[in-house]
């Protein structure tokens, strides 16, 4: 049988006053990110594909993607924040303005003879790991990568091409998390983690604020006219907590409704939102789903208090859900774009199919304001960065689909 999807929508924000801090998604401050990432070779804005056969077929307004796929190279959106947060860290070592600090600087023999050498490490899924790994080898410096056991052999040839010391080890993401931050205690290295905890704010904060380029390209792209809804996947909530508080700050009571999507075997904010406590709560376990970078069961804390404090919805999603959007992405409707969209980045888009329509959730998608007026914006986040898993499930079916109607 079918699994159903499970989700929670949210009144938090009508029961709650909210506490969450909003002022480093202000404009200005992730500004600073963005004209950061101007300066390295290679930048240019990740195509907003506008989908108007698949918006009319859901029976929603307008429908567009935003494809980073085209991201540096990388067929990911995660050396946003990694490189930002590396950025950051430099300027702060030296006592400097990251605004002093663009790329070509920042790469000079003279500021690399004050770093004396700097040694990032991290734990990844794939995407975040090769982004570290990317731009510590165009800063010069060095990178030390983990990545869980069941990660993909494919994703870690990649972080290995980037020239990092890096390998899978016997555990689950959060775990492997915990270890990462011992050995950089024991030898030295900054981490470059976005999961948020006690005392390790400061990075990943950074890390969020570096997604926001993400936003402003999206914003510009659709002539800063916000849409009505935003569906974005999470992890740790790093991402879709940029998101919430980027729209928040920017527009407040008038923001666009955020709906976020979680894999199902790693749901911690729908099993936080559900609790209804103010605290996240981890889920743990192996944590083994397709959807191989939603892989977290530890909310990062600054993510969390954004999404508890502002989302309209949480749902927790089968892998199924992803191979739909998959599919339908690969497969589009006459005179829409051709999109390659992976496991992490095609949720979203089937979730918003599967809500609009299947009759089990027409009242949620008419509570969410779901309709030919909506204007809905959704983010690939990823391209086919397992290129073989990927044809495995768009090719040959490796993974049933999602069905319920």
Same mark, same amino acid.
């Given at each position: 049988?079918?699994?159903?999807?499970?989700?929670?929508?949210?009144?938090?924000?009508? !029961?709650?006053?909210?506490? $969450?801090?909003?002022?480093? *998604? %202000?404009?200005?401050? &992730? #500004? /600073?990110? =963005?004209?950061?990432?101007? !300066?390295?070779?290679?930048? $240019?804005?990740?195509?907003? *594909? %506008?989908?108007?056969? &698949? #918006? /009319?077929? =859901?029976?929603?307004?307008?429908?567009?993607?935003?494809?980073?796929?085209?991201?540096?190279?990388?067929?990911?959106?995660? #050396?946003?924040?990694?490189?930002?947060?590396?950025?950051?860290?430099?300027?702060?070592?030296?006592?400097?303005?990251?605004?002093?600090?663009?790329?070509?600087?920042?790469?000079?023999?003279?500021?690399?003879?004050?770093?004396?050498?700097?040694?990032?490490?991290?734990?990844?899924?794939?995407?975040?790991?090769?982004?570290?790994?990317?731009?510590?080898?165009?800063?010069?410096?060095?990178?030390?990568?983990?990545?869980?056991?069941?990660?993909?052999?494919?994703?870690?040839?990649?972080?290995?091409?980037?020239?990092?010391?890096?390998?899978?080890?016997?555990?689950?993401?959060?775990?492997?998390?915990?270890?990462?931050?011992?050995?950089?205690?024991?030898?030295?290295?900054?981490?470059?983690?976005?999961t948020a905890w006690d005392g390790y704010e400061e990075i990943p904060l950074w890390i969020m604020q570096g997604y926001g380029t993400l936003m402003l390209e999206s914003l510009s792209q659709l002539h800063e006219v916000p849409p009505t809804h935003i569906f974005v996947q999470a992890g740790v909530g790093s991402f879709a907590g940029m998101v919430q508080g980027m729209v928040t700050a920017a527009y407040g009571k008038q923001a666009p409704k955020v709906i976020v999507a979680e894999a199902r075997i790693a749901d911690c904010l729908y099993q936080s939102a559900v609790s209804g406590k103010a605290d996240a709560i981890p889920v743990g376990g192996d944590l083994q789903t397709?959807?191989?970078?939603?892989?977290?069961?530890?909310?990062?804390?600054?993510?969390?208090?954004?999404?508890?404090?502002?989302?309209?919805?949480?749902?927790?999603?089968?892998?199924?859900?992803?191979?739909?959007?998959?599919?339908?992405?690969?497969?589009?409707?006459?005179?829409?774009?051709?999109?390659?969209?992976?496991?992490?980045?095609?949720?979203?888009?089937?979730?918003?199919?599967?809500?609009?329509?299947?009759?089990?959730?027409?009242?949620?998608?008419?509570?969410?304001?779901?309709?030919?007026?909506?204007?809905?914006?959704?983010?690939?986040?990823?391209?086919?960065?397992?290129?073989?898993?990927?044809?495995?499930?768009?090719?040959?079916?490796?993974?049933?689909?999602?069905?319920?109607?």
């Open positions: 049988m079918q699994e159903q999807l499970q989700y929670l929508i949210n009144q938090s924000s009508f !029961t709650r006053k909210p506490t $969450a801090e909003l002022a480093p *998604f %202000h404009y200005d401050e &992730l #500004a /600073k990110a =963005l004209d950061f990432h101007r !300066t390295i070779p290679g930048y $240019a804005p990740t195509p907003l *594909f %506008h989908l108007p056969q &698949l #918006a /009319k077929t =859901l029976g929603v307004g307008e429908l567009y993607l935003k494809d980073e796929s085209f991201r540096f190279g990388l067929k990911a959106f995660k #050396a946003l924040g990694g490189a930002y947060a590396m950025a950051r860290h430099i300027a702060d070592f030296l006592e400097m303005d990251i605004s002093e600090l663009p790329y070509e600087v920042m790469i000079s023999d003279e500021i690399r003879k004050k770093l004396n050498g700097v040694t990032f490490a991290t734990t990844t899924d794939g995407n975040h790991g090769r982004g570290v790994a990317w731009m510590a080898r165009q800063l010069k410096q060095k990178a030390v990568v983990y990545m869980p056991k069941g990660s993909s052999q494919e994703r870690l040839d990649a972080i290995l091409r980037e020239g990092a010391v890096a390998e899978i080890v016997d555990m689950n993401y959060d775990d492997a998390v915990r270890m990462t931050a011992e050995m950089a205690e024991k030898y030295g290295w900054i981490v470059v983690q976005d397709v959807m191989a970078g939603l892989a977290c069961g530890e909310a990062n804390s600054i993510g969390w208090n954004l999404l508890r404090d502002y989302s309209a919805a949480f749902f927790s999603c089968p892998d199924a859900v992803a191979t739909r959007g998959m599919r339908i992405l690969g497969n589009p409707l006459p005179g829409d774009p051709h999109i390659i969209s992976g496991e992490s980045g095609a949720v979203t888009t089937g979730l918003l199919s599967i809500l609009m329509q299947s009759p089990v959730y027409q009242s949620v998608k008419e509570e969410l304001g779901l309709d030919e007026n909506a204007r809905v914006l959704v983010i690939s986040t990823e391209g086919d960065t397992d290129p073989e898993r990927y044809r495995d499930i768009v090719w040959d079916g490796e993974l049933p689909s999602f069905k319920q109607f």
